[in-house]
């Protein structure tokens, strides 16, 4: 039997399953100007969060939805929730469930299978069940992302043409990082999708695999902009008072430049100053290396647990600070506390040694907080105008800067004035409108 045959009758066998189970939509009237498809393996189940990719999915698909387009989302969803449902206005559509049950733990649990599978059997039950119901009269488009859907647009674009409606569909395929790179069938990708990415950096580091690459930043969610209660802010402030309070929030990755941010705190405290470095890491082994070497340097450590994740659990949890300089929260805080946390800051640590899009810096920057990234992937970051912007891994650069920002805080506050501007420019609402939406009525490729 061959691996074209075995292919095949997975994905027929796959559509079945989909047809005589849960899985069966209602899909608005053909006659829809326009149909979005989001092809991803997170999403915005808690079974298909690992990363970025499902906060920027999320934001996209309901974006596109209040925008008022037919939008389908199509991942790796929790086995246990419907096939197929309506969640704030977006069609999404759990797939590969028949495998992530015997996978509990998550997503990437699989992914091999689960790659295989979806690539197979997704591309003919779209065609059959969305795609030739909805494009009567108008177009489609697919945006999918990462190398984990790379076979499923290759099989897309063959059944296509294979049925002569090609020029109905545009497909555009998204890189978020270089993950999978080397299982990626460039040329082939190239001529089944118009290749996308988030940033200029991202774009720079695909110029020896793909050429003609689109950028297509990330964007925020209207709740991104949301200042912190007032009440809340004035009660993190009185238990800040005193303090050069820094907010940092990622893995303990050393690519995130931990133990610059540890230097830096350390060397602010021998200029004189109070520190305190707020940080949220995660469960990776380097934690244990980075608060380590934060003792050695003679910094005081704290590590703790918030009693909820919301404002009032990161507010009880900021007290009896006065001789602690590296607080360590070792729960979750919800997008309502790190809005909190990053407009509470003097400034918000981001300064990774590679970031693709820097999507942390960019919320701080929409509360009016001051970001401090790296000079890498961060397109909306501009040196001293709308954020800080470290040149080295040097940490007298990073304390140097704030020392100085903290004489001027007439320069911070034009500096975080101009950061809310430029975020406002990043909402998903004007990414769509923008640049998506333009790029999406292009021409599809041969």
């Not at 990161?314 to 007290?319: A, G, I, P």
């Given at each position: 039997m061959t691996d074209t045959y075995r292919r095949t009758e997975r994905s027929r066998r796959s559509v079945r399953r989909q047809r005589t189970g849960r899985h069966r939509p209602e899909y608005a009237p053909a006659g829809s100007p326009t149909q979005f498809h989001?092809?991803?393996?997170?999403?915005?189940d808690d079974y298909a969060k690992a990363g970025g990719i499902a906060t920027r999915v999320t934001g996209l698909t309901r974006a596109l939805a209040g925008?008022?387009?037919?939008?389908?989302?199509?991942?790796?969803?929790?086995?246990?929730?419907?096939?197929?449902?309506?969640?704030?206005?977006?069609?999404?559509?759990?797939?590969?469930?028949?495998?992530?049950?015997s996978c509990p733990a998550g997503v990437y649990e699989g992914e091999d299978a689960k790659e295989a599978d979806y690539a197979a059997s997704l591309p003919p039950f779209l065609i059959a069940e969305a795609l030739l119901p909805g494009i009567g009269a108008g177009r489609a488009?697919?945006?999918?992302?990462?190398?984990?859907?790379?076979?499923?647009?290759?099989?897309?674009?063959?059944?296509?043409?294979?049925?002569?409606?090609?020029?109905r569909v545009t497909i555009r395929w998204n890189a978020n990082n270089t993950f999978g790179f080397s299982r990626i069938p460039w040329d082939r990708l190239a001529k089944a999708a118009r290749i996308v990415t988030v940033s200029?950096?991202?774009?720079?580091?695909?110029?020896?695999?793909?050429?003609?690459?689109?950028?297509?930043?990330?964007?925020?969610?209207?709740?991104?902009?949301e200042l912190p209660d007032a009440e809340a802010a004035a009660g993190l402030?009185?238990?800040?008072r005193g303090r050069l309070p820094l907010a940092k929030v990622g893995r303990w990755d050393p690519g995130k430049r931990w133990l610059g941010t540890i230097e830096g705190t350390a060397e602010l405290k021998r200029r004189g100053e109070r520190p305190l470095l707020i940080a949220r890491g995660g469960i990776e082994d380097h934690g244990r290396q980075v608060l380590t070497r934060a003792r050695e340097l003679g910094l005081e450590v704290s590590e703790r647990a918030q009693p909820d994740t919301g404002p009032s659990g990161?507010?009880?949890?900021?007290?009896d600070l006065e001789d602690v300089d590296v607080l360590s929260l070792t729960t979750p805080l919800s997008p309502s506390a790190l809005r909190l946390l990053f407009r509470g800051s003097t400034a918000v640590l981001a300064d990774s040694v590679h970031e693709l899009f820097g999507l942390v810096g960019l919320e701080a920057m929409a509360v009016g907080a001051l970001a401090c990234t790296g000079g890498t992937g961060e397109d909306y970051a501009?040196?001293?105008?709308?954020?800080?912007?470290?040149?080295s891994g040097d940490p007298r650069e990073m304390a140097g800067l704030l020392v100085h920002l903290r004489r001027w805080p007439e320069v911070v506050t034009t500096m975080t004035a101009r950061a809310i501007e430029t975020a406002t420019s990043y909402a998903w609402g004007r990414v769509i409108e923008e640049r998506l939406l333009p790029l999406s009525r292009m021409g599809v490729p041969a």
């Open positions: 989001v092809l991803s393996f997170e999403g915005p925008a008022g387009h037919e939008t389908h989302h199509w991942y790796i969803g929790d086995p246990d929730a419907p096939g197929h449902e309506v969640t704030e206005g977006v069609h999404v559509h759990r797939w590969c469930q028949w495998l992530s049950r488009v697919v945006l999918a992302e990462e190398w984990h859907t790379v076979g499923a647009v290759l099989h897309l674009d063959t059944l296509l043409r294979t049925m002569g409606i090609r020029d200029r950096y991202m774009k720079s580091l695909m110029a020896d695999v793909a050429a003609d690459v689109e950028v297509i930043p990330n964007g925020l969610p209207p709740h991104a902009y402030a009185d238990r800040l990161l507010l009880e949890t900021l007290v501009e040196p001293g105008r709308n954020a800080l912007v470290l040149q």
